[in-house]
């Protein structure tokens, strides 16, 4: 508990404005997007790095359990506070420090939300190609916290190959600068890797510098409809035997259509899959592209090919797909969103047995993913009493699991939204990792005062 004397000196540091004390303020932090409920006593507002280190080194010496959060989009129940304890927000780390489009790169605060970025570099020749669905809420500091995805990895590659320099605050309380500010700085370790995607363990990142892109000169958009997923799984394959790598592209099928894109009134029948395609390139090599992804999609069965009339019609596509999960776990109470990652000569054998096992069960679910990289999302929902759905959710989710493991498949942590399925579904870890991350964790943050959740 933060008793009258750090609290004093927590003012001291950021001022009335940079303190929430107030039941309405506390309660709008007190949960993420894994709908896990715990209220902060307080929420800690900084605007430099300089009174990061401060905070951290307070917490550090009173042994403070603290939680970090960005915009709280995260499935995972990190960004909430500890039981009765505190919680930065980085919320007002809000800058875009420098775009130089001379050196290609960017220099945000954590607190940037993620859309902003490409929004700032519209009148510029160049973009940031990474975009989870959440970037109109999440900011940048929780994409690398997390090391989030976007739907154009196959191409573009992950955050990690953006991530050029990060400026780090660790127990007990210094400031760590790694990487740099150009394209290439391979001294030492990677140091930039390890903090990426360690969701606040080691640090409280405070600075951010990005790779940027040439700008693709045009971009076109496209659907499709199949009477089953074997038929879209091959036209992966084809147009990347023509040389056609598309920047997005998007499987979904006709339940998880019906629910998040209904106003596209596809009307699918319940075997039917939707193929939505992004290709980008040089205005005179598109045209082509399309014109050959077309023909493409009508050899391999496509029914109902429609490429976007103009650029409205495309962004109205990909912001329904940008919002399907919340369209998809929208009021109900408890949902279990699965990852897994599987070898692209599967995926066509997991979509079957996927229907056949869920087919069987009282569980509404809806499959989506991103077949250009072979990465797919289940969403499951149960009706009924809180333990009944617990234990049906768990029940499914395994032998989902047990599928995909059966096909070379990894699955990456579920997210359970609503609810705490416990270790019973977390996918068992190598013990060597596991020693090396504890030790990691024991260095950066000896006496485990960051994000104490696990
Ligand atoms: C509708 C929806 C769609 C989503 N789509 C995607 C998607 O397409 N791809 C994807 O990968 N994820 C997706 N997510 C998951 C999530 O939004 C992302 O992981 C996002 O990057 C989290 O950003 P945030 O700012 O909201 O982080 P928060 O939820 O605030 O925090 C997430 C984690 O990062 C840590 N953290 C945040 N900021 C910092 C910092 N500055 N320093 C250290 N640690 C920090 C927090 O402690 C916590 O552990 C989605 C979530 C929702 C709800």
């Known amino acids: 508990?933060?008793?009258?004397?750090?609290?004093?000196?927590?003012?001291?540091?950021?001022?009335?404005?940079?303190?929430?004390v107030a039941p309405q303020d506390l309660s709008h932090f007190s949960q993420d997007a894994s709908r896990i409920h715990s209220p902060p006593s307080v929420v800690l507002q900084p605007q430099t790095?300089?009174?990061?280190?401060?905070?951290?080194?307070?917490?550090?010496?009173?042994?403070?359990?603290?939680?970090?959060?960005?915009?709280?989009?995260?499935?995972?129940?990190?960004?909430?506070?500890?039981?009765?304890?505190?919680?930065?927000?980085?919320?007002?780390?809000?800058?875009?420090?420098?775009?130089?489009?001379?050196?290609?790169?960017?220099?945000?605060?954590?607190?940037?939300?993620?859309?902003?970025?490409?929004?700032?570099?519209?009148?510029?020749d160049l973009f940031y190609p990474i975009d989870p669905a959440s970037q109109g809420q999440g900011t940048i500091g929780g994409d690398v916290a997390t090391g989030a995805h976007g739907l154009r990895t196959a191409k573009y590659?992950?955050?990690?190959?953006?991530?050029?320099?990060?400026?780090?605050?660790?127990?007990?309380?210094?400031?760590?600068?790694?990487g740099a500010k150009t394209l290439k700085c391979a001294t030492g370790y990677h140091l930039t890797d390890l903090f990426a995607g360690s969701r606040g363990q080691f640090g409280v990142i405070t600075e951010i510098v990005l790779k940027l892109l040439p700008r693709p000169q045009a971009r076109a958009s496209l659907m499709a409809t199949f009477h089953e997923a074997a038929q879209a799984h091959r036209v992966r394959e084809v147009l990347m035997r023509e040389n056609i790598w598309p920047s997005r592209l998007e499987l979904l099928d006709s339940s998880a259509v019906e629910r998040g894109l209904s106003d596209l009134k596809l009307d699918l029948w319940p075997n039917q899959v939707l193929l939505l395609a992004e290709l980008d390139g040089s205005k005179s090599l598109l045209k082509d592209d399309v014109e050959m992804a077309v023909k493409i999609l009508a050899q391999e069965g496509g029914g109902r090919i429609q490429p976007a009339e103009d650029e409205r019609q495309a962004e109205l596509w990909w912001r329904l797909r940008g919002s399907l999960l919340s369209a998809l776990v929208g009021e109900t109470d408890m949902a279990l969103l699965l990852t897994f990652i599987l070898p692209g000569s599967k995926t066509a054998l997991f979509f079957e047995k996927l229907s056949s096992i869920c087919g069987t069960d009282p569980i509404t679910h809806y499959i989506y993913g991103h077949l250009a990289e072979g990465r797919w999302h289940a969403v499951l929902l149960a009706k009924g009493g809180e333990s009944a759905r617990t234990r049906?959710?768990?029940?499914?989710a395994r032998n989902i699991h047990k599928t995909a493991g059966s096909l070379g498949g990894r699955i990456l942590r579920p997210h359970a939204i609503g609810f705490d399925p416990g270790k019973s579904l977390q996918p068992s870890r190598d013990g060597g990792q596991e020693r090396l991350w504890s030790a990691l964790k024991s260095r950066f943050d000896p006496r485990g005062i960051l994000n104490p959740h696990e």
């Open 49 to 124: 790095t300089s009174q990061v280190a401060k905070i951290i080194e307070l917490a550090h010496e009173h042994r403070l359990p603290i939680s970090i959060r960005g915009g709280g989009t995260g499935l995972d129940g990190d960004a909430v506070a500890p039981r009765d304890g505190l919680l930065v927000s980085l919320k007002k780390m809000n800058r875009i420090k420098e775009i130089s489009p001379e050196n290609t790169v960017a220099v945000v605060q954590p607190g940037v939300m993620t859309a902003r970025i490409n929004d700032q570099l519209r009148s510029s």
């Open 392 to 396: 049906d959710l768990t029940r499914l």
């Open 1 to 20: 508990m933060v008793d009258q004397k750090l609290h004093k000196q927590f003012h001291q540091i950021l001022g009335p404005k940079g303190i929430l």
């Open 157 to 178: 590659g992950s955050i990690y190959n953006y991530l050029l320099g990060l400026e780090v605050v660790t127990p007990p309380g210094e400031v760590i600068r790694c």
